[in-house]
């Protein structure tokens, strides 16, 4: 039995931050036997490379519009991981000057989702759709603009949104890995499945983060939960803009995400689902009155957005991105 901590979130997270070794051996990979690009992808010095980049561009040929226009959104996603390194490191408790376990937590999550955005970037480069000086300039707008998770410097709402964010980017890059193989692209399908795997571990780490502190401190974790869910968990994607261009699209992404099934309203609400299964929000023991409400709010969104999202009607028509090679 977990010793009840004062309400402080310093202390809490001193306190789960001492075992946070325990979760970065469970939930990351060592260096030495990780997954890198070079594996996934040719290589120029390799002899084979010319035959290898056709095979690229010849599978690619397949991707229909919508398909890319998602694949370079989840790229430029995932491109700027300096924008949610530099956020996580400002959050309460983890201390980049102590260098502590949260910190040692972060810089090694971070690594590993810096494959992320370096393989498929390679993959744009290498496929001969891609306008990449549109789609280098658009990832040099999101993390130049910065963006609001919503979550300030507080841990137990950046963990409710990480925890949430890495169940999205998973169910997106798994559904994108399963289409590419349909179109008999086994490379891309690969390299997505293997980033779709990484976002699942990097999940149940921050999942288990928030298990620890409902143990630990349950009616502010709970409340922490429903502000987050209440307001909505807004993907990084919503401030993406193109070259010379202020008005955002992430809309136009959006609605190519839902037309393709990548990502969906209803995989927002299953998600939520899935974290309150997650947390046993149902049964927790012990929260006060304006948890108590927290709970009733959180227990009955699901059902209230399902019907909003059934009504939701997405548009037929391809937006025409930059990105996109004619
Ligand atoms: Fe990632
Ligand atoms: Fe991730």
């Not at 070079?38 to 010319?50: V, Y």
């Not at 974790?221 to 307001?231: L, Q, S």
Request: negative net charge; aromatic residues 10%; glycine residues 4%.
């Amino acid at each position: 039995m977990i010793q009840q901590l004062s309400a402080s979130r310093s202390e809490v997270m001193l306190h789960i931050g001492k075992n946070v070794e325990e979760i970065n051996n469970e939930y990351l990979k060592p260096v030495e036997t990780n997954w890198q690009a070079s594996e996934l992808l040719p290589l120029t010095s390799d002899k084979t490379f010319i035959a290898d980049l056709k095979t690229i561009q010849d599978q690619a040929q397949n991707l229909s519009y919508d398909f890319l226009a998602v694949l370079v959104a989840d790229t430029i996603t995932e491109e700027a991981l300096p924008t949610y390194e530099t956020w996580l490191a400002g959050v309460q408790g983890i201390n980049q000057y102590e260098n502590n376990g949260w910190m040692k937590w972060l810089r090694s999550w971070s690594a590993e989702e810096n494959r992320h955005g370096d393989a498929l970037n390679r993959y744009l480069y290498l496929c001969g759709r891609i306008d990449m000086r549109q789609f280098e300039a658009s990832t040099q707008y999101l993390i130049a603009d910065g963006f609001d998770n919503g979550a300030a410097n507080d841990p137990y709402k950046n963990f409710v949104y990480t925890s949430f964010q890495e169940l999205a980017t998973n169910i997106s890059h798994r559904r994108v890995a399963s289409m590419a193989k349909q179109e008999g692209n086994n490379i891309l399908s690969k390299l997505c499945g293997l980033v779709a795997a990484d976002e699942a571990r990097h999940a149940k780490a921050y999942k288990t983060f928030v298990s620890k502190i409902f143990e630990i401190d349950t009616n502010e974790m709970m409340m922490a939960f429903e502000v987050m869910m209440r307001k909505k968990i807004l993907m990084p994607s919503q401030c993406l803009r193109q070259l010379g261009e202020e008005v955002g699209i992430f809309s136009n992404f959006s609605d190519a995400a839902q037309r393709l099934g990548v990502y969906t309203a209803h995989d927002y609400i299953d998600i939520m689902r899935s974290l309150i299964d997650e947390w046993k929000i149902e049964g927790l023991s012990g929260l006060k009155e304006n948890g108590e409400k927290a709970r009733d709010f959180v227990m009955a969104l699901p059902d209230r957005m399902a019907k909003i999202a059934d009504r939701i009607k997405i548009p037929d028509t391809e937006y025409k991105f930059n990105w996109i090679l004619a």
